[in-house]
T-cell receptor, first 113, second 115 residues
Framework: AQSVTQPDIHITVSEGASLELRCNYSYGATPYLFWYVQSPGQGLQLLLK??????LVQGIKGFEAEFKRSQSSFNLRKPSVHWSDAAEYFCAVGSNTGNQFYFGTGTSLTVIP | ETGVTQSPTHLIKTRGQQVTLRCSSQSGHNTVSWYQQALGQGPQFIFQYYREEENGRGNFPPRFSGLQFPNYSSELNVNALELDDSALYLC??????????????FGQGTRLTVV
């Protein structure tokens, strides 16, 4: 069965510091992987996605993620965090049919000046 | 900004009542999915509609039902509301191609409160 684990419930970083949010997945085939961001009371915005090919994917707002099959991971990174990055981040795995997504429980990011 | 719109944005209902939530898909998309996001949780898949037919369902009881219309807009209906149904309900639209997942675009959600 598909599942996603985000081990860090909450992370606090200083503005300008680097960021890494962890995501581990369980899926029986080649996964389709996504990172979404959610601001308070809002819907989900797609940051980046991995379907195949280059395991390092670039997204919007300066984010990137690396797919590591051997570790079943898809960690999200940003070299320098901005105060506007404070939000909830969700990792998701998509089924290869039917466009169904399985989300992790999310990581809440706080950015301090 | 995506083209997925949901209405209403907020709703308060009494336990036992019925509710209908609406979603307009992004232009050109043929698939709509609904998710329930309880406070502090990730979204949970309710069901999906593809070309007006249900195309997958998560672990939700039959009192959660839906429709997709010829213009690919969609409704989520919940009967006999329970307090635990209080959540943010998210609609996602996508262009499904056989055998291949594509990215989904989410609406802003409907915040349902059951009292």
């Amino acid at each position: 069965a598909q599942s996603v684990t985000q081990p860090d419930i909450h992370i606090t970083v200083s503005e300008g510091a680097s960021l890494e949010l962890r995501c581990n997945y369980s899926y029986g085939a080649t996964p389709y992987l996504f990172w979404y961001v959610q601001s308070p009371g809002q819907g989900l915005q797609l940051l980046l996605k991995y379907f195949s090919g280059d395991t390092l994917v670039q997204g919007i707002k300066g984010f990137e993620a690396e797919f590591k099959r051997s570790q079943s991971s898809f960690n999200l990174r940003k070299p320098s965090v901005h105060w506007s990055d404070a939000a909830e981040y969700f990792c998701a795995v998509g089924s290869n049919t039917g466009n169904q997504f399985y989300f992790g429980t999310g990581t809440s990011l706080t950015v301090i000046p | 900004e995506t083209g997925v719109t949901q209405s209403p944005t907020h709703l308060i209902k009494t336990r036992g009542q019925q509710v209908t939530l609406r979603c307009s898909s992004q232009s050109g998309h043929n698939t709509v999915s609904w998710y329930q996001q309880a406070l502090g949780q990730g979204p949970q898949f309710i069901f999906q509609y593809y070309r007006e037919e249900e195309n997958g369902r998560g672990n939700f009881p039959p009192r959660f039902s839906g429709l997709q219309f010829p213009n690919y807009s969609s409704e989520l209906n919940v009967n006999a509301l329970e307090l635990d149904d209080s959540a943010l309900y998210l609609c996602a639209s996508s262009l499904a191609r056989q055998g291949r997942n594509t990215e989904a675009f989410f609406g802003q959600g409907t915040r349902l409160t059951v009292v």
